[in-house]
């Protein structure tokens, strides 16, 4: 964590603002008691939304039940961390301040900020929407303790099948990930594809969908008065302009410098931004990303149900993956005969919305609250914690060593995860049982 994150995550809000930050949050929790025991103040790089750094896990994990051992995984991981996705989300920022810059429209405050874009832009030329260095290690270590975890699935010569969307950054993770276990075992037999025909389950979006997104859908004019409420750029402006009033869009402005101040944490160079802008700002900004990113792709009831159905044929894709993986573990005969056996992890490499639906449907802990009150959506859901940079989600299958029968147990962002079924055994659950649940969710 930087210098200037550590500072404001410690201090709270500049300028006198936590007290009514605190205030607010105190009459959230009156309010919604059930939403808010689960929400703490975000510190500033989680405020960066879907841009917040991944997280190491700190969780400790529920040891293994007696006579059970692990022998297969299922994955869906985001890609690592990235630069932003365009030049344009630099660039039109930097003209800004270079335009007024020739006609000394700057404060001391701009000058410095202007300096600052510059070094940015300098790293990010020709890098736009490519995994960073540290989305490199983010991958390397999530596949390490995936294999330190769970050595019995990566033994001799398993099969790992990894699949990834098409976009450079998935396969380019899928890479770094799967180099990482290969490392681990020299043995693995990895096979690493990036298709077209895969991204009818990995990214998965209907026409509908697609219009329902769209910036003329229906929902989007109370989501504009909500942006008006939450982005007050006024303040801002003044302490970066002499003149604020020559800055043709302000909040357009102030959107863009807070993409380029959460992607700081993505990146190499020791630059901060979270100095220009006080906390209530960020957390303003944050409000309105994050109701976009509910509404757009998780269980929000503004969309019926329609994102979260996105990720049906992701969701089929894994159960028909794990139901060969199942079979051939249980009955070791049918391997004879020259057979090949089931890739003992079946890798996938993805994007954000797509985990985050698939989340919602599979009704995993957290990711599925339903909210009507868009004022009160950052209370039930939050976009860094479901789906940071290198989000992912583990479905790892467990075999009694006598018996035969699977347990299974999902691991979100490597922290343990539970699903609304009733078991002693909780985190772990019965196959039979969550193979019922979600193909009922599936429609099979």
């Known amino acids: 964590m930087k210098k200037e994150m550590q500072e404001m995550a410690n201090s709270g809000i500049r300028?006198?603002?936590k007290t009514r930050i605190g205030f607010f949050l105190g009459i959230a929790a009156v309010l919604l008691c059930s939403l808010s025991a689960a929400y703490a103040q975000p510190a500033p790089e989680q405020l960066g939304s879907i841009y917040y750094a991944y997280p190491a896990p700190t969780g400790k994990l529920t040891p293994v039940p007696a006579g059970y051992e692990p022998f297969y995984v299922s994955h869906y991981g985001r890609h690592g961390s990235r630069w932003m996705t365009a030049d344009e989300r630099y660039t039109e920022v930097l003209a800004v301040f270079d335009s007024l810059a020739l006609c000394s429209g700057l404060t001391p405050l701009g000058r410095d900020v202007r300096e600052r874009l510059h070094r940015v832009w300098e790293d990010a030329r020709g890098c736009s929407g490519s995994i960073t260095p540290l989305g490199a290690?983010?991958?390397?270590?999530?596949?390490?303790?995936?294999?330190?975890?769970?050595?019995?699935i990566f033994g001799d010569s398993a099969r790992v099948d990894a699949r990834s969307s098409t976009s450079l950054r998935c396969a380019m993770s899928m890479s770094f990930f799967t180099e990482?276990?290969?490392?681990q075992n020299p043995r693995l037999r990895v096979s690493r594809r990036a298709y077209n025909k895969y991204m009818d389950y990995i990214a998965h979006t209907s026409p509908r969908a697609e219009a329902f997104v769209s910036e003329e859908a229906a929902w989007r004019k109370d989501f504009r008065d909500f942006e008006s409420r939450n982005?007050?750029?006024?303040?801002?402006?003044?302490?970066?302009?002499v003149r604020p009033a020559d800055v043709e869009d302000p909040d357009a402005l102030m959107r863009g410098l807070y993409w380029i101040a959460a992607d700081?944490?993505?990146v190499e160079p020791?630059?901060?931004?979270?100095?220009?802008?006080?906390?209530g700002e960020l957390l303003g900004l944050w409000k309105t990303v994050n109701a976009r990113m509910y509404v757009c792709n998780a269980a929000a009831p503004?969309?019926?149900?329609?994102?979260?159905?996105?990720?049906?044929p992701l969701l089929r894709n894994i159960l028909e993956e794990a139901e060969r993986a199942v079979h051939n573990a249980v009955s070791p005969e049918s391997l004879s005969a020259g057979k090949t056996p089931a890739p003992a992890a079946h890798l996938r490499f993805g994007h954000d919305t797509h985990l985050i639906r698939l989340l919602a449907l599979m009704q995993v802990e957290g990711c599925c609250i339903a909210e009507a009150d868009m004022e009160k959506f950052h209370l039930a859901w939050q976009d860094y914690r479901v789906a940071p940079m290198s989000a992912n989600l583990q479905i790892v299958f467990f075999r009694n060593k006598a018996g035969g029968d699977i347990l299974v147990k999902l691991l979100l962002n490597e922290e343990e995860a539970r699903l609304p079924l009733k078991s002693d055994l909780a985190p772990y659950y019965p196959w039979k049982a969550v193979k019922a649940f979600w193909e009922k969710q599936a429609g099979l």
């Open 180 to 183: 990482r276990l290969k490392e």
């Open 137 to 152: 290690r983010q991958q390397r270590e999530i596949a390490g303790r995936l294999f330190r975890n769970y050595p019995q």
């Open 302 to 312: 503004l969309n019926g149900g329609l994102m979260p159905r996105q990720a049906v």
């Open 231 to 241: 982005v007050r750029s006024a303040r801002l402006m003044a302490s970066l302009f």
């Open 270 to 279: 020791d630059i901060s931004f979270y100095d220009v802008f006080e906390y």
């Open 264 to 266: 700081m944490q993505n």
């Open 15 to 17: 300028n006198g603002k």
